[in-house]
DNA sequence: ATTTCAACCACAATCGTTTGCAGAGTTTAT
DNA sequence: ATAAACTCTGCAAACGATTGTGGTTGAAAT
């Protein structure tokens, strides 16, 4: 189907001249004479020649191109780091391959194996919730390919890491919810292993301890998809409220679930901040006209797709091995809104 | 940094039998002697050889890969057209490249040479609100390369296109409008050239003309930057209320216009639905804790990226030349709400 | 007039894979 | 026994771009 363009060959034999002539020319060798490059590059302009990169990849190994995984790309937080990534991307001549995992363990290896064996430069990956094992990233980098991890990261493996301020980010959401007159302040969140998960609890745990609360392990709720399936969110909400004590916040610790948590209570018609309040991790751009607008922890989602790979092309481009490996922590903020309203007291 | 794979060269020394016996063993031809088949492909597979996919690209000519280029990705109308896209690809083994225009024509345009010059083996293509001239496409299809529009679609180029019931789409919504007692709906729209643009207009015309109610230009709004820019809905806005007689509907015709206005009038303390009732097409998942909670035309994303891309592939891997295009138009819905409840009489 | 040396360019190998063709060896038919 | 037919395998040329090596020219130096 697709019609033959234009080779260096065929500008070579227009022209009279070698393929390496043309080649040389075209790259400016001081080979060629000024009025021989002259002369090419005007005929390779008027032909819009445009060396073919598949065999410039094959020649010189390297693709120009990263890719990316993610669990998912209908999700303001990822979708805003992808525009990170591409902005940085862009700017230095790489193409962006972006996967999704859909949070299943399985497609992030194949994806991986997908990506290695087509010879992408370097991989820019948040983990699958399911992923408890990163054998397959391990292996890909042993084999040379350069990884840089953001958001969910694994200890298991070095290389770059790009993260949020997770743990400051939930210490702050439960402070102002705590200053706000909360005390019984439940946090609903994603798989227990990952890493966000794990600094969030951090960060809660710490705010509570500070302002001698005790923690509760029944107000620590997890649900393995992320907010992915409402049922999930439905059950602990109904979990939480089923206690003896119930909760009089909650802090939602990803993005999907902060969002669906609110959707789960308006359709259960438990009130929002009356009953219950509400603080969450989300890069949702409508969280403004929510009902209630809601109380949000707002990531650095462009800035951290930047950085990430400002990292993995530093990589990919340095000469020798790079073994020093750095982990990023970028700002979160805290933006309030009227799911955290000051609690009434009565 | 990267170090070398294994090649089928590898293989054949080892197994000392040349590169093309490797290689048609491996493929199976019926020239190689089954013990041999069997010999290489236990070896190679004891060997984990990939063939690389470079030089198997230079060879064929093709790259098993389909560029998408797209306005916005964060968005969620096109995130799950990717979705959507990703799923078939995936299926039928083709690598996606999405890339984004942000409304640009300038970034559209280099986008397309890019994708082009790289030997995608087909391109997936919603037009950018600024493009008014799609020469870019016409010329690259010229040379070969299989394209399909979808959503925002060019009546300047023959090709498969899919788009969404956006006629239907804004009879229904503005029908419903009129049906709750509104008679003075506005429309706030985007670009006036693009065909959803114009579709969505005739649908709402059509609809108020079955009901004897006049057309006003005035009530037609068009946003160039289709909501990405706050300002410009802000002013539209305040331009429909300086009327002598405002509005007390408003239709917007697009994901972004429908959030944003609804934010607008959030801020300008309008009151909805109130002052106004809104209607407006979009695919934001939480447009029903959207505060009032959103009627909405929701267009069969996921299905669109589907169809779109089985139709590229259909394009891609079909032996003749295809000229006999079709233009497909799936169905949308209308999920009533809050925001467009029954006008009181007063 | 011969040597020297730039300046300019072409040859050919290379990246890894695929594939038409030819050749070697074996079997069958005459 | 010889020709024909068939199996199996290897050679070599592609795909398009890059680059080290080496060859040809002309002019300057001896």
Redesign the pocket.
């Known amino acids: 189907m697709k019609q ?2 234009i ?3 065929d500008l070579a034999t227009a022209l ?6 043309v ?5 400016g060798s001081h ?6 490059q002259a002369k090419v590059k005007e005929y390779a302009k008027q032909q819009n ?1 445009r ?2 990169p598949i ?2 990849n ?4 390297s693709s120009k191109s990263i890719a990316v995984i993610v669990p998912n790309i209908d999700n303001n937080f990822f979708s805003q780091i992808i525009n990170g990534i591409e902005t940085i991307a862009f700017k230095k001549e790489y193409n962006v391959i972006v996967t999704q995992t859909h949070e299943s363990y399985e497609r992030e290896v194949r994806n991986t194996q997908h990506h290695f064996s087509r010879s992408v430069d370097g991989l820019l990956v948040s983990l699958s919730s399911e992923t408890e094992n990163v054998d397959h990233f391990i292996e890909a980098q042993k084999n040379g390919l350069p990884i840089v991890f953001f958001d969910r990261v694994s200890d298991q493996i070095e290389t770059h890491k790009v993260i949020s301020s997770n743990y400051k980010g939930a210490y702050d959401a439960t402070l102002h919810l705590i200053k706000q007159g909360y005390k019984r302040i439940a946090q609903i969140t994603s798989a227990g292993f990952l890493s966000i998960t794990v600094e969030r609890l951090a960060g809660y745990i710490k705010a509570l301890e500070e302002n001698n609360i005790k923690v509760d392990e029944q107000f620590i709720k997890y649900c393995a998809h992320g907010g992915m399936i409402k049922e999930e969110v439905h059950e602990v909400i109904n979990e939480l409220f089923a206690l003896k004590v119930t909760p009089d916040a909650i802090l939602t610790a990803s993005d999907r679930l902060s969002t669906t948590t609110l959707d789960m209570l308006s359709q259960m018609k438990i009130k929002v901040p009356e009953q219950v309040a509400i603080a969450g991790f989300t890069n949702s751009v409508n969280t403004g006209i929510f009902n209630p607008s809601l109380t949000t922890v707002v990531q650095p989602a462009f800035e951290m797709g930047k950085t990430a790979t400002e990292l993995l092309i530093q990589i990919i481009e340095s000469k020798r091995p790079v073994t020093q490996f750095e982990k990023i922590i970028l700002d979160t903020e805290l933006i309030v809104r009227e799911s955290s309203r000051k609690k009434k007291v009565n």
């Open positions: 033959r363009a080779t260096i060959k009279n001249l070698s393929t390496s002539t080649s040389k020319a075209l790259k080979e060629i004479s000024a009025e021989t020649y060396p073919n065999a410039q094959l020649r010189k190994g």
